[in-house]
Structure formats: C-alpha cells, structure tokens
C-alpha cells in the first residue's frame, strides 16, 4: 500500500485502524497476514503493556505457530506507537542465547520493517524513516526503541531500563532466581508489563511459577495458554505438521506433551512408564544364543570397572545385590518390518551379556569372543571414563565403521532418552522372551524402578538406590546412537527456531 497521496486527515485514521486492529493492518498494509490466533495474542499483549500497571503475562504458545513473528509484531508496533513520545520508551528483547535466537529476532523485526541495505523503513507507515542503531543492540526509530539482550545465565544486564515492556522469549529455561535477581528491576521504574513467552517444561520452572501467581492473585487475564490443538482447528497445513510428530513420536511423549500440548512434565519421575514397560517385554520370540545365518546383528554395551573385592576371579556374570555397577552388551536385529507410524524398524534383542566386578582384562577378552560369535555390524560403545580405553581397544579391533565410541554429553543422552520413548511408543523395541534367567529378571525390575530428572528441557537417567542399577536401561538407549532408522535425529530435535 502506497501513503504518500493519502490525506492527511485519511491518513491518521489509517493509522488508528493499524493500532486497534493487527489483522487488517496485517492484510491491507504490511501485506503479511497474521495466521490463526497470532492476532489475538497480539491484542491481548498490546492491551497488558499499556496499562502500566505491572504483572507479569504468560504466553503458553506451541512450536512452530510464528511465535517469533508475533514478538516482532509487538515490537514493530511499539516503535510505531512510540516514536513521537515526549520521552524515550525502550522495550528489551531477551532470550537465552545470542545466536540463534537474538540474531533470529533482530532479523524477524527487520523482515518485518522491510528494512533495506541502508537501514531505510519501507514499511509504509513508517513513511520511509531511517532506522538508528546503537552499540549493536539497541534499535531506536525516534523516542521508541528496541534493545535486544541475552538472558543467559552469564549474562550481565543490570541497570537496563525496560520503560514500557520487558520481553522474555524462552522464559522457562530461565532460572526464577536470575529472573526475579536481575530482571525484574527493569520494570520497576514506569511499572513496565513484563511478557513471557515459551512451553511448558517441568511445573517448576520460571513461567510455571508465574502462571500459578497469576491465578492466586486472580490475574488469570494474564495467562494465555493456546495448546496445538486449538491452533490445528484454523491451520491444516500446521494440523498436518503436528500429526506428523505425534506419528513419529506418540501423543504422550515429553516433547509433544511439552512444547505442543504445553502439559507440564514432571522434573523427576519413573523412566518408562508401564504401558512401554509391558510393550517391551511382551514379545513374540525367544531368546537366541547364536547366529542366525543370513541376519544382521547390531550390539550397544555399557562398560562397568571391575571390583576385585566382590570378584577377584573376574567371572564373566552379572550380580544384582550389590553397589557394584555391571558391563551389559545387548544384541538385537533390525526388522525389515516398519511399527505404526512408518518411521521405526521393529528391533528385536535377542541376546545380552551381563558382567558385575570382572577385571577390564577379563572384560575385553570375554567381550571380543562374544562379539566375534554373533558377527556384530554395527556398535556403539560408551567411551566415558573406564569404556575410553576399552571402546578404543574395539576400534582397533573391528574398525571405526563399526565401532562407534560414543563420547556422551547432556545433550546427546537426552537425545537418547527420547528417542528410546518414541520407540517403545510404538511397540518398535521387542525384548526376547522371559527365560527364567536372572538378567531377564533384573532387565525387568530396572525397567520398572529406573528414573529421570529434567531440567533445561534435558533429561537425564537417576539410579534410585546403592543397589538398584540402571545399566541394562542405560545401555538400551544408545538405540539411538546405533541409528537403525534413518532420520530419527531430525525427528525428536528439542528444539529449534519458533
């Protein structure tokens, strides 16, 4: 849309429409129509800020709904609003990281401005000013600005001044005391509103907090909670995204509960629950103790030290009553047959090794013989600590293309964790018949008792006793890292730009 030959009087009551009404300016104006309920979020926000009269918002928004593009909006809007003001109105921007998000949000808002190479707005009703930045990362068009910072936990921000808004993108990664420490005095001086934006995480975090605030005060006006399944109803292109990843993953994992659902997951808690439990050990075949010809074998292990006190022969045998940590390697075979949803293979264990105190020496050597016999393919081996020098002993062994030494981090096991969930979902994990064997019993009662802890939206195994183990369950979830289906790593991304 062209201003320039509209009359003035026209004109300002051009402007007010773009004000009170996002979705026509969005569809008249910008030329950007706003999807689904973004323009509602947008009033709703708009309407917090101008009251100045403090409180916080929490805005539960699902992945993938353009929630960076309503942020942007707000902002644009602001600078618009607020570039004529008798004095300088700043609204700042955070999240948790520089690149990708702050760098996401500065080039969102820029999109949106239509700003070109010179720092020209061609947005039009910005009339063809020029935009002013300052140190990087203050963006000022008159008396308004944005100042974009980081929210991290290392970052150093006090002394800013959020005077109209103070806005906080991925606020439940936040912790609660560096929000309530650092940031809220940003708002202090003009009784700025405060906008928090993200999803659910584990009930405890910096949002969960604030939305239960709000309705103990009777503020549930400052709550928006809009799951995906209010979004699918007017989007079926974002209906077809969000039923791709419950087919991939199942409707209640973490990670649909979370970020699309936006139902909290409990900071700790049982593993697996008993309906992937009873799938992975309700299975149609028995255990096997050598090769079949013509089949391929992958094997995961999990190394332990030894314990010369509690084996000083260095038996190759597991114990399940004591404080000693065990080695296990499993074997499987991959399926050609596909589960449910057309993306995992079905995986059928069909041996394990279990080892409790035996000497490294003892180990390596019981281990090759028992890898050479079922003609392996494909391992993944933990290279932490004791499995360091054990993992490279096998790569020298059997090669780095069927070796892999799985140096794990926080990031990666959480991987792993969710991965494992999404298979079991879809019954694609089959454990080998109840053999009456002590490791079939033990693999069952760490099913049952292995636990979680989450916190930044990873989880990580707990043991829940000195002699309760986890190391059947922890090496099962190296499933992963062993790929046996392509693209499962895209698939299960915690997270991404939104």
């Known amino acids: 849309?062209?201003?320039?030959?509209?009359?003035?009087?026209?004109?300002?009551?051009?402007?007010?429409l773009c004000l009170e009404d996002p979705q026509w300016e969005s569809e008249h104006v910008s030329m950007r129509p706003l999807r689904g309920l973004q323009a509602e979020v947008i009033k709703r926000n708009e309407e917090h800020v101008m009251r100045h009269d403090g409180g916080v918002m929490v805005n539960y928004i699902p992945r993938q709904v353009g929630k960076n593009q309503i942020a942007a909006e707000l902002q644009r809007r602001h600078l618009f609003r607020n570039?004529?003001?008798?004095?300088?109105?700043?609204?700042?921007?955070?999240?948790?990281?520089?690149?990708?998000?702050?760098?996401?949000?500065?080039?969102?808002?820029?999109?949106?401005?239509?700003?070109?190479?010179?720092?020209?707005?061609?947005?039009?009703?910005?009339?063809?000013?020029k935009l002013v930045r300052e140190e990087g990362y203050i963006w000022k068009v008159g008396n308004a600005s944005v100042e974009f910072l980081s929210s991290g936990p290392n970052a150093n921000v006090v002394g800013a001044t959020a005077s109209e808004c103070l806005d906080m993108d991925e606020a439940h990664k936040v912790r609660k005391e560096k929000f309530d420490e650092d940031f809220m005095p940003f708002t202090a001086d003009?009784?700025?509103a405060t906008l928090l934006w993200g999803v659910a995480a584990d009930g405890l975090d910096t949002m969960a907090w604030y939305y239960n605030k709000n309705i103990e005060d009777g503020n549930e006006h400052l709550n928006v909670r809009l799951p995906c399944e209010i979004w699918m109803e007017s989007n079926p292109v974002y209906a077809g995204h969000v039923?791709?990843?419950?087919?991939?993953?199942?409707w209640d994992h973490p990670i649909i509960k979370t970020q699309?659902?936006?139902?909290?997951?409990a900071a700790e808690g049982?593993?697996?629950?008993?309906?992937?439990?009873?799938?992975?050990?309700?299975?149609?075949?028995?255990?096997q103790r050598i090769p079949r010809p013509g089949t391929r074998y992958e094997a995961l292990i999990d190394f332990a030290g030894g314990n010369e006190d509690f084996n000083p022969k260095g038996n190759i045998e597991g114990n399940e009553d004591t404080a000693t940590d065990s080695t296990v390697v499993w074997i499987y075979e991959v399926s050609e047959i596909l589960c449910a949803n057309g993306i995992f293979p079905i995986v059928r264990i069909v041996d394990m090794l279990w080892s409790t105190g035996a000497n490294l020496p003892a180990q390596e050597e019981a281990i090759t013989a028992?890898?050479?016999?079922?003609?392996?393919?494909?391992i993944t081996a933990d290279a932490v600590g004791i499995g360091r020098q054990l993992s490279e002993k096998l790569e020298l062994l059997y090669g780095p293309?069927?070796?892999?030494?799985?140096?794990?981090?926080?990031?990666?096991v959480s991987e792993d964790l969710f991965d494992l969930q999404a298979r079991l979902n879809y019954g694609a994990v089959k454990m080998f018949q109840n053999d009456s064997s002590p490791e079939w019993a033990e693999f069952e009662r760490q099913c049952n008792w292995t636990k979680y802890a989450s916190s930044d939206g990873k989880m990580k195994l707990v043991k829940p006793g000195p002699k309760k183990h986890i190391d059947m369950v922890k090496a099962l979830t190296y499933l992963n890292q062993n790929k046996p289906a392509a693209g499962v790593q895209t698939i299960i991304r915690m997270d991404g730009v939104y």
């Open 243 to 250: 039923n791709s990843r419950v087919k991939a993953l199942g």
């Open 190 to 192: 003009q009784n700025s």
């Open 270 to 287: 049982r593993y697996l629950n008993e309906k992937q439990v009873s799938s992975l050990l309700s299975s149609d075949h028995e255990r």
């Open 260 to 265: 699309y659902r936006l139902i909290p997951v």
């Open 401 to 412: 293309d069927i070796v892999n030494k799985y140096t794990a981090n926080s990031t990666s």
């Open 370 to 378: 028992y890898l050479d016999k079922w003609y392996v393919q494909k």
């Open 1 to 16: 849309m062209q201003l320039t030959d509209i009359p003035q009087e026209e004109l300002e009551a051009l402007y007010a």
């Open 83 to 129: 570039q004529c003001s008798d004095r300088m109105r700043t609204w700042i921007r955070t999240a948790p990281t520089h690149k990708p998000q702050i760098v996401n949000s500065k080039k969102r808002l820029r999109e949106l401005m239509n700003i070109d190479t010179k720092w020209r707005i061609r947005h039009p009703i910005f009339e063809g000013q």
